[in-house]
């Protein structure tokens, strides 16, 4: 039985409510359940999903009915296209004409492929015929713009296997760019296929692309020792060479400062993003795309914040707290674009407070978060950041009086994907 980690939420009071609230609010079904009508192969994607996803199974799950399928449909062939470049056990050569040709599979029904991956990645590969016969039940144009991103995005992974190394920022904009950002510009044109945003999301090329770079970045910097670990590098070595001779060097004790003035360099430049992530979060109009949207750019902000001159980055994992995951997804949901700011306003007055004079990029820093700031405290009310008050402790009282109920119905599943 999963219960709420108290020793990290005790002194989050408001985090507290928020669990239990969105406990209750999803105490009907897990987080993204497999639909109970359509095809047995929609159920088997969405099955997919919640086997390979967390975050990303959440937010999907929230989307309507229109996009809901498509988009499903659209992480799963990119999840098999990431399980592909990412297999080192599997030879170059046997890897990039797949990528290139991996785009031509989805009208290919029956096609799958058991050579690359291993648990549930390798095993939604090995049922891909399943997500093809949904993808070529999808409209016409839905087919189109997921064929066309999976093509371009798949050439841009067999070029950087070739490579092997992410070398100048330039390289890491252009990395990111194809495998985050594609994304953001694919779901930009389904957003605007749908008729539910505006046309102009169709051709917002750049605004889109910097929405995915920033949720890239931010998981390319947290990652660091998993992926030090697993001899992948993603972190431009222009901008760590000025730190260390080799990358691996920042697990070591003795190169701490090296480590962290790396660490906040990094953070200093996909803060960068965050203005065009607000603009274009700004301009949607459905009230699910833009939790679907706003949730993960939230998370990714409080993400740096805790990763900015964090040593623990280079030791360990880490993660925001589910407590503060769950007030993201409940404040976005009942305030929007003002949860939104909110926020991001915490997560740049969170890096502004960690700043050490000493720091190699302090100005330039500075002077981004200073940014965010100012374009996000106009919008803020100041009710929406009013401290824990007394009717927030009754809340937590009634619904702590009960919660154990909750959790033993669901056996851990309440908690389990924040």
């Known amino acids: 039985m999963v219960t709420v980690d108290t020793r990290r939420n005790s002194a989050n009071p408001d985090e507290m409510v928020a669990l239990l609230k969105l406990s209750y609010q999803r105490s009907g079904s897990t987080f993204a359940p497999v639909p109970l009508t359509g095809s047995e192969n929609l159920r088997t994607c969405y099955d997919f999903l919640n086997k390979t996803s967390r975050s990303f199974a959440f937010v999907i799950q929230e989307l309507g009915p229109e996009l809901r399928d498509a988009i499903c449909v659209f992480y799963l062939v990119l999840r098999g296209l990431d399980t592909i470049e990412d297999d080192t056990t599997v030879s170059a050569d046997i890897r990039v004409p797949l990528l290139h040709s991996f785009h031509e599979k989805l009208y290919q029904p029956g096609w799958n492929y058991n050579g690359c991956g ?16 949904v993808f070529l039940s999808l409209p016409r144009p839905y087919q189109t713009i997921i064929q066309d991103i999976t093509r371009r995005m798949s050439a841009g992974m067999a070029d950087f296997i070739a490579t092997k190394e992410v070398v100048s920022i330039k390289d890491w904009d252009l990395y990111c760019h194809y495998v ?125 914040a805790l990763c900015y001159d964090n040593h623990d980055v280079f030791t360990g994992v880490v993660k925001i707290r589910r407590g503060q995951s769950a007030k993201i997804i409940c404040d976005i949901g009942s305030l929007g674009m003002q949860g939104l700011y909110m926020h991001f306003l915490q997560g740049a007055d969170a890096i502004a407070a960690k700043i050490r004079p000493d720091d190699p990029n302090a100005a330039r820093t500075r002077a981004l978060v200073e940014k965010i700031q100012a374009m996000c405290r106009p919008h803020v009310q100041a009710a929406a950041i009013q401290p824990f008050g007394v009717g927030d402790v009754v809340a937590v009282a009634a619904l702590a009086a009960s919660s154990a109920y909750l959790v033993q119905r669901h056996k851990g599943r309440v908690f389990a994907k924040l």
């Open 118 to 133: 291993v648990a549930d990645e390798k095993a939604l590969l090995c049922n891909f015929d399943k997500v093809i016969d």
């Open 180 to 304: 985050a950002g594609l994304v953001g510009i694919g779901l930009s044109r389904l957003f605007a296929a749908s008729a539910l945003e505006d046309q102009w999301f169709a051709d917002a090329q750049d605004i889109s692309n910097s929405m995915g770079l920033f949720l890239q970045k931010t998981n390319i910097i947290r990652d660091y020792l998993e992926d030090i670990n697993e001899k992948r590098i993603f972190w431009p070595r222009e901008i760590w060479s000025k730190y260390a001779s080799s990358l691996a060097d920042f697990k070591e004790a003795k190169y701490s400062r090296e480590a962290l003035s790396c660490i906040n360099d990094l953070i200093t430049n996909a803060l960068t993003h965050i203005p065009d992530c607000l603009d274009y979060m700004a301009r949607l109009q459905d009230k699910r795309i833009f939790n679907f949207c706003a949730i993960p750019q939230a998370m990714a902000i409080a993400t740096l």
